[in-house]
C-alpha cells in the first residue's frame, strides 16, 4: 500500500514539473519574439525538446555502432571457423543489430509522435 501512494506521488509530482516546464516553454518562446531572453537551445515545446535530444543522441551512437559492426564482422573473420568463437561473434552482431533497431526505433517514434501532435493540435 506504501509502495503504491509513493508510486502515485512520484507520478504526480513528475506531471507536475511537466506542466510548469511546458507553462515556462510557451512563456519563453513569447519572449523570443518579443525580444527578451534568447534560449540557446531554440525548443519551444517538450515535443521538439525530446525530438532534439533523440536525434543527437543517435547522431552520437550511428558512428559508435560503425565502429562496432566493423568489430562483430572482425571477430567473424579471426574466429576462423571455431564454433565457439563463431557463436561468441554471432551473439555481439544479434545484439548489436539489436540495439541499433532499438536507437533507431525510438527516434522514428519520437517524431512520429511529435508530428502528429502538430498536426492535431496545429503549429504553436
Do not use: H
Not at 11 to 31: H, K, S
Not at 68 to 89: H, Q
Request: net charge positive; glycine share 8%.
Amino acid at each position: 500500500m506504501k509502495e503504491k501512494i509513493l508510486m502515485m506521488a512520484k507520478g504526480a509530482a513528475v506531471a507536475i514539473v511537466l506542466a510548469t516546464f511546458n507553462i515556462a516553454q510557451a512563456a519563453q518562446c513569447a519572449n523570443q519574439a518579443t525580444g527578451g531572453l534568447q534560449d540557446p537551445l531554440k525548443f519551444c515545446n517538450i515535443t521538439q525538446f525530446v525530438q532534439g535530444v533523440l536525434q543527437a543522441f543517435v547522431m552520437i551512437s550511428l558512428p559508435i555502432l560503425s565502429f562496432f559492426i566493423v568489430y562483430a564482422g572482425f571477430k567473424f573473420v579471426m574466429a576462423r571457423g571455431n564454433s565457439g568463437k563463431l557463436e561468441d561473434a554471432k551473439k555481439n552482431f544479434y545484439w548489436l543489430i539489436a540495439g541499433a533497431i532499438l536507437i533507431l526505433s525510438a527516434w522514428a517514434l519520437a517524431t512520429l509522435i511529435a508530428n502528429t501532435i502538430n498536426q492535431v493540435a496545429g503549429p504553436q
